[in-house]
């Protein structure tokens, strides 16, 4: 495993095009998107298409990590995502959300979330978040994994791990009229059994027919919060996990955000649905 230096913003080649005859969300190359007006609980027309864009988006997420390998670009990461979802019919939600100008997140090591896509070179040892959200018929689905690349130090490895357990914990947890707060509490709980950092500013959110409607679901304990989960609900849980502290900033990109220590720091997450007696996992392949 090689010592990898404190990440610096590389170059970004070219927005990549989407066919015209592919459907755009109403935000593309708006400087925000319209005003949320998305229900938490989705009608179940709503829910089946998200399950094709959940499938989509971890169909692509699965290409993606394919080509993770000491030597390849984030740029080329990106191509995989962006041609696989156009391949079959999806737009890729980030592209020109909010400016963004790549069709998936890649978030290296110390990366918290919202990396762009670049020249910079995956070493021996990283750690590769790849964020994919598919929009096709209508809706999105969104997911995230963290990928290892060559020979990763075993406490970096093991964070990854933990960081995908306490989502699948979490998960888990949700049943309807429960508290939304359990979400965080098993999270955060799990998380302080190894002394890991769990990131406050950055959060899950719902999801159907908007990229992000207004329901926000907290991955650390805040029992102030009085939400109760509701069968139909969709949202997304995406632990961001370190190893240090939890601190951030962004880099001059206006996207790029990092643990403040430069700790490294994992994620995972997944697009559910809220079920009778439970959750289902909308982003599967």
Known sequence: MSVRAILQPGVQTPRRP???QIARPEYVDRPEPQRNTDPWVQPPEVVEA????GRLAAQALQEAG??????VTTDE?????HEFLCDNGAYPSTLGYRGFPKSCCTSLNEVICHGIPDSTVVEDGDIVNVDVTAYIGGVHGDTNATFLAGDVDEEVRLLVERTHEATMRAIK???PGRQLNVVGRVIEAYANRFGYGVVRDFTGHGIGRTFHSGLVVLHYDAPHV?????????FTIEPMITLGGIEHDVWEDGWTVTTRD???TAQFEHTIVVTDDGAEILTVC
């Open 173 to 175: 947890a949700v049943k």
């Open 18 to 20: 989407v066919p015209a």
């Open 262 to 264: 430069k700790s490294w």
């Open 50 to 53: 998200m399950r094709v864009a």
């Open 66 to 71: 394919k080509v993770i390998v000491p030597g």
């Open 77 to 81: 990461i990106d191509a995989v995502a």
């Open 226 to 234: 009085p939400t109760v989960i509701e069968t139909g609900m969709t």
